[in-house]
């Protein structure tokens, strides 16, 4: 993951400190991956396939790299075929 992925994550405008705080201690365990010649390549093809702009295209490309399934509730990924998509619920809690 990268950086600008992971402070897009953390610093969303509808998040209150708790919840950047929850996602603070999901992101400190998770394994980060350097984007490497195929990823890259596997970004370009997303890119020009679908309507996902480039930092989601290396997201997608990223897990079909390590062959996991992308979770997101972000239903923009939907256009991503060559990948698993776990779709979350988007419902806030209260």
Known sequence: MSIITEMEI???PN??????????????????FEINEQIKNLA?????????????????ATAQW???PLVSSETKFKSASLVDIVLLSNRKTQ
């Open 44 to 60: 370009i093809k997303t890119r020009l396939s679908t309507s996902l702009k480039l930092m989601d295209s290396i997201i997608v």
């Open 10 to 12: 953390q610093y969303k």
């Open 66 to 68: 390590i062959n996991l």
């Open 15 to 32: 998040k209150n400190s708790s919840e950047r705080q929850l996602l603070k201690q999901l992101l400190d365990q998770l394994v980060i």
